[in-house]
Structure formats: structure tokens, C-alpha cells
């Protein structure tokens, strides 16, 4: 079957064109996801038709768990979608398991070179994210690995949960990744941002992802991190966040949406027997 690998900063994906056959994309994404036992990627895209939508993304971890949204993995969803013909448009809708996502394409020379995609609004309420407990998601003290923990969670699509750091290249996400994602205030675990502030227009994150581990991006997680600094007062709601492999810039309008707008790349092109 042919797929085309591509990456949104260093967060890759395959991005397979759903047969119709009622693939177990599941166990696909489990047993091809593997890096150095096979081709390796954070997750796989799943391009399909939509009743509602110009066309329908599912998202499979590379541990075969389905996630609602994804950033990074929209962008080159888009991307492909331009690209290869399929649209003809640079205004999309597509169908997520966190709703209708709107991505703008930017195009130079018939080639999408950038994308910004309105990401929804956050939902600070704890039985969305889910969180449990009562009270606000913010400033919310827990014990992780040993250690005791200040953290704050939203909803942005996919659960989020965002900590300030003071060195990120020393920072062991190995152990503290696993353990606030598995942490039994979040019954359907989350994904786990650490923070460093530059300045007010600047921050810089790490993140380990549900059922990824640690991705060089994420860019649910990067809107998470800019709501919630700036619903605190720590950051301006226009901020650049900086990667291991790039930047995003993430707005938090003031009708309460987020925006995100990125690059997509396509690494290659290739058939496999799955």
C-alpha cells in the first residue's frame, strides 16, 4: 500500500489514503510506527471522506491509541491534500474526533509552504479534559516520580498539561513525561508540556506526548502552553514557541480561539506490504 511520509517540525507521520477495506489502522499504526524495527514515525494520518468536512482524519499513536487532534499532524494532512490534487482550494475543513479543524493554506509555486489552522477553544473545565477533582485546572499540585509537582491542564482538542522548567536540556523527561501522563488525576492520561520562558513573546517546550513518548514537536501542545501562560499573565496571547526542530507562532484571540501557523514537510514517497 502507498503512503507518503512527511513531519511538522521534526513530528512525523505516515499518511496512508483509507482503502475502503475496514483496515484495522490500529494495529497498522502499532507495528509500523516502530523506529529501527520498521519504517517509524510518532503516528499515522488516515485520509477519508467526510459527511461533513472536506475530508476526515483519524490520527493513530504509535502505540495503536487513537488521538482526537493534532497539530502538527493537521498541517501535513493539508499539505497533502493540496498537493496531490485532492482539494483545489486553500481553505479547508477537516473532520477530527475533536471536531471541524479549518487549516489556511499558504502556497508558493502550487506547493503548500505553510499552514495556519484555527485550533478551537480551549476548555478549561475538568470534566472535559478530563481531570479529576473540583476547582480550577490551574496551579494544581501533585507528586510524579518522586517529586511534587505545580501543573496546570486544559483541553486543547487532546488533553494538555503544562509546567514551568528552568533548564529544559537537563530536564529528565524519560521519567517525569511517563509519570504525569499516567497520573491518576488524568483517567484518560495527558499529554506533557515543559515550559521554559524566554521573554513575554518567546517561550521554548518539550513535550511528551499520550502514546508517542517525546516528540521533537507538538502543536496542540504548543497552544496549550500559550493559553495557559497568558491566561496567567506570564506571556503576551501572540507568542512564538520554539522547538527542537523549529517554530510555531500561536494567537489566542480574544473571541477565546486558538490559532497555529506552522510548515509541513513531505520526506518521501514509498509502498509497503501491510
Do not use: Q
Request: proline fraction near 3%.
Amino acid at each position: 500500500m502507498k503512503f507518503t511520509k512527511m513531519h511538522g517540525l521534526g513530528n512525523d507521520f505516515m499518511l496512508f489514503e483509507d482503502d475502503g477495506t475496514g483496515r484495522d489502522w490500529n494495529s497498522v499504526a502499532a507495528r509500523l510506527c516502530r523506529r529501527r524495527l520498521s519504517v517509524g514515525a510518532d503516528g499515522i494520518l488516515v485520509m477519508m471522506p467526510s459527511d461533513v468536512a472536506d475530508l476526515k482524519m483519524r490520527i493513530i499513536n504509535a502505540d495503536g491509541s487513537e488521538a482526537e487532534m493534532c497539530g502538527n499532524g493537521i498541517r501535513c494532512f493539508a499539505k497533502y491534500a493540496y498537493d496531490e490534487g485532492i482539494v483545489d482550494k486553500t481553505n479547508l475543513t477537516i473532520e477530527t474526533l475533536a471536531g471541524i479543524m479549518h487549516p489556511r493554506l499558504y502556497v508558493e509555486n502550487g506547493k503548500v509552504i505553510g499552514v495556519r489552522v484555527d485550533m478551537g477553544k480551549p476548555s478549561f473545565e475538568r470534566a472535559k479534559i478530563p481531570m479529576e477533582g473540583g476547582g480550577s485546572s490551574f496551579d494544581v499540585e501533585i507528586e510524579a516520580a518522586g517529586e511534587n509537582l505545580s501543573v496546570s491542564s486544559v483541553l486543547m482538542g487532546v488533553p494538555h498539561t503544562v509546567l514551568l522548567c528552568g533548564d529544559l536540556k537537563t530536564l529528565d523527561i524519560e521519567k517525569l513525561g511517563p509519570a504525569i501522563e499516567k497520573h491518576p488525576i488524568f483517567p484518560k492520561k495527558t499529554n506533557v508540556d515543559f515550559i521554559s520562558i524566554t521573554d513575554r513573546e518567546n517561550i521554548t517546550m518539550r513535550t511528551w506526548e499520550r502514546g508517542a513518548g517525546e516528540t521533537l514537536a507538538c502543536g496542540t501542545g504548543a497552544c496549550a502552553s500559550v493559553v495557559i501562560l497568558s491566561s496567567k499573565g506570564l506571556i503576551e496571547k501572540k507568542a512564538y514557541v520554539h522547538l527542537l526542530a523549529g517554530e510555531l507562532l500561536v494567537e489566542y484571540l480574544e473571541d477565546g480561539s486558538v490559532m497555529m501557523t506552522g510548515p509541513a514537510a513531505t520526506v518521501y514517497k514509498a509502498e509497503i506490504e501491510i
